[in-house]
Every structure is written in C-alpha cells, then in structure tokens.
C-alpha cells in the first residue's frame, strides 16, 4: 500500500541540479556520499505523523528528499520511505527509516547510485537519546580508520518536515549507512546470503579486528557464526569471492547496544556472563590467537586518531564526550602489557 504524501510530486520529480541530465556538460562530478566526514544539510518532506503512526505497519510513502549542493544549488530528489528495525521500532518514538532514492533524479548528485538505505534517526526527542546516535556513527568511523572492508556513514542535519510550506520541522541529528554491496565492491567481493559458517573460514587477520573493535566498544549483541535471521550473521554481512569461497569476511552494523553508546534500552545478552552493557568480554577465537598482537598493534596505532573523532565532535555534550573517551582509555589501559592481553584476550578465547 502506498500514499502520497506530497501534492504535486510529478513536478517536484523534475527538481533535478542543473545539469544532471545535459550529457554535454563536463563540469566534475560532486564527490558522492560516504566518501568523506562531511555532514550535510537536508530537509525530508513526508506524512511524518502518518510514518510515526502506523510504524509497524509495513507501508512505503512518497517523500522528497532536499539538500544544498557545493555549488549552493538546492538538490531534490524523490525518495520512498519505509520504518525498519525490529528492538528500536519498538522503543522509539520516532522510528529508524529506509530512504529509497530515486536513481534518475539522484545522477549527477552526490546521491547518484545511492539506492535503498538505512537512515539511523534520533528515536525520542529527549537531549541524550540524540547523544546515543552521534555516539553510534563515531562507532562506525572508529571500524573505518581500522579497515575498510566495514560500513561507511554519512552524516547528516536533517529536518523532517509535512512539506516544503512546513515552518517548524523536526530537526536532529542522523545518518545513513552504506549499502553492503558497495562495501564489497571496495575490495572487489560480493555480498554472501548464507545461513551459517565454520570459523576456519573467517579471516584470522580481519576477524580479529572485528573482535577487537567490538570489544573496544563493549558491544556483545552479535553472533560470527549465525543468527536468528535467514542469513549469517546476527549484526553481521558476509562480504566474500562467492558462497563457496574458503574465506570470508563479516562486517558489523548496529552498534546501539555497545557499552560505548550506553543506551538506556541496550542489555547484555541473557547467555554471556556479564551485567552490564559496559561490561567488556573478549570473543574471539583461539584459532586466531596469533594475528590478536599484532591486530592490537593496529589500533594502538589509531589511539590518537580514535581519541579525535570525539574531542572534535560538536554535537557530542560534555559529559558524553568525556564518559566516551574516559571508555575508549580504558581499553588501551587494560591492555597495555603482554600479560595484559594474556589475561583479558587470549585466555578468554572461544574454541
């Protein structure tokens, strides 16, 4: 079922950038969207009420989706938008969103190829419910500066408004999150539909950045071999050569529930021995005990770089800012000696 939520949206699909559609016209490209730290002003107009309503009801409504471009040309694109989630559904009042681009509109913007993506949005209108989620996408730079076979976010300034008369909007603070098809394309793979793995088939290497990343973040709501979902893994994409490929590569998304966001609503899984969301558990594998050191290595070398996406974060209080790197010193802290690391990780292994 589908509603429109926007009159005239046959004339609002011809508000394409100037030149978008003049083949001649050899003026660069705008850099696309994920491919640097740059947050954008936009404004998305739709039937936010009826969105927020019916949130669990499975419908997809007409939008229009408007930003600024470099050149302070005002770019609209028509967009399709849908509720998603499934705990955060739940929760929030304000549920998160999929933003279906339209492709014809979007060429020649920075959204060209962007598709169908997930939108992380504020949830509730209380001050630190906005904090959790600027928390969530420094998360997810924090992956990028380690590997890049991980998901890229574009930040953005977003006012949700009825429509373009609208004078008191929505507006917060949320972010897009890269489609895992392009994240394979990266390294020149695809996105694997599998139900289940062996951890032979996990790289050592890139498996044990994506175990010390979410210890580093105290995230525990994840599973590396399989899931409750019809495709392996729990918070996880397969990104590899092909299904039968002997080694594959998972990428983590949804990191709400880390102890580095703290959100109220996260708890730690009912089977693993910890109480608190910010309680750390090392669960990497033993079979890659040998690539934990000098992965280790990797993100002592990123500390500084780490450190700076939240001292040079505006949107990030005081209070969050220092609970978060207070957070981030405490892993280094932990694991500052090699009987550290004994003691907290390779001790602690799985299997």
Known sequence: MRHTAIPLILVLLAATPAGAQDTGDKAPKPDKIFTG????????????????????????????????????????????????????????DFPPLR?????????????????NLKLVTHCLPRGNYQQYYVKEYLAYRIYNLITEKSFRVQGL???????????????????????????AKRSDLVKLDINDIEPNRLDPMESSRYMMFQYLIGNLD??????????CCHNGRLIGEGPDAPVVYTIPYDLDSSGLVNAHYAAPPDNLPVRTVRQRLWRGFCAHNDAVMPVLEEFRAKRGAIEALFQNEERLDKGNRRVALNYIEDFYESLETEADVREELLDNCRG
């Open 37 to 92: 730290d740059t947050v954008i002003t936009a404004r998305a107009e739709g039937p936010w009420n009826a969105i927020t309503r019916k949130k669990d009801g499975g419908e997809t409504w007409q939008g229009l989706f408007r930003y600024t471009a470099d050149d302070g040309a005002e770019v609209a694109i028509p967009i399709g938008i849908a509720t998603r989630g499934l705990t955060r559904k739940r929760v929030c």
């Open 99 to 115: 933003f279906d681009f339209d492709k014809e509109a979007a060429k020649g913007t920075a959204f060209r190829g962007a598709g």
């Open 157 to 183: 300034d977003i006012a949700y408004a009825s429509d373009a008369d609208d004078k008191r909007p929505i507006e917060r603070f949320a972010f897009l999150i890269e489609d895992p098809d392009d994240v």
């Open 222 to 231: 994840w599973a590396a071999l399989g899931g409750p979902e019809d495709h």
